[in-house]
């Protein structure tokens, strides 16, 4: 897990433990830091450059967030997702987004679909950089504008919480070959039905969109999976020998090579 973070700058404004969890939530945002993967306090703090108190203060933040599990006497670990768990989310999510959707197109203001332009052209030239941390952050801002254009506060806090519960994974789908591409003009297509007021397109725009997205999640993390399983099964030779050294140390001196 060694050189996965960078320094923290000591120098900013912001508490030491905000400057630390924005650190590791980017990490595990870009998937520096895999699902499922342990987080180890004290390699953290020697990459960062801090004491252990920031890192575990941040690591609480981070629960709270949906980002990490913490698990007593065990540690903490990068919170992970099953594809049941992803699909029931998606399955909410789209009726909801839907909902929103042709919410928005008939209440959003003049002022609101001039920021969602706006955004589609920050998404547009975070995608160009290639920065997903600045990719991650755009879409959610953009989605942030859709979801307050629907006037339904409790409408907009369940999709919120729908979305904290896949945050960590997000940057699954985003990372799939093609998938950054067909999302901006995903974005597009759903702002202007939204712009014509048309709440059927709109409601439409938004299922296709989310869909795409569930789609393209569930067939990264089948893949990964596969990969996992096959890598498994060919355990490295080093491993196999170090097993066998193991075993010959358990009863004693490594066995020497006979002279013949």
């Known amino acids: 897990m060694s050189g996965h973070l960078k320094q923290v700058r000591l120098d900013s404004y912001k508490p030491l433990r905000e400057l630390v969890s ?52 065990r540690g903490t670990y990068v919170s992970n997702m099953s594809i049941k ?19 928005a197109a008939e209440r959003i203001t003049d002022a609101e679909l001039e920021e969602l332009q706006r955004l589609l052209v920050k998404v547009g030239n975070a995608i160009e950089s290639n920065n997903m941390s600045k990719i991650v952050e755009a879409d959610i801002e953009f989605h942030d504008v859709l979801y307050k254009a629907s006037r339904n506060e409790r409408l907009r806090n369940i999709i919120n919480n729908l979305r904290e519960q896949i945050t960590v ?65 060919f355990p490295e030779e080093t491993e196999m020998e170090d097993h066998a050294i193991e075993v ?13």
């Open 169 to 233: 994974i997000r940057g699954v789908s985003m990372r799939y070959p093609g998938r950054l591409k067909d999302t901006q003009e995903e974005h597009r297509r759903l702002v202007e039905s939204i712009a014509s007021r048309n709440v059927e397109k709109s409601q439409e725009a938004a299922r296709i969109h989310l869909e795409n997205a569930e789609r393209t999640l569930m067939t990264s993390m089948a893949e990964r999976m596969e990969t996992t399983d096959i890598e498994s099964s």
């Open 22 to 73: 924005e650190h590791i939530r980017e990490a595990i945002i870009n998937g520096v830091f895999s699902p499922g993967e342990r987080l180890m306090e004290i390699q953290m703090a020697d990459e960062m450059g801090v004491s252990r108190t920031p890192v575990r203060e941040a690591l609480r933040m981070l629960e709270m967030e949906g980002f990490v599990v913490m698990i007593p006497r």
């Open 85 to 103: 768990d992803i699909n029931d989310v998606y399955e909410i999510r789209i009726s909801l987004d839907t909902l929103a959707a042709g919410l």
């Open 248 to 260: 010959d140390e358990s009863n004693g001196d490594a066995e020497q090579p006979k002279s013949p």
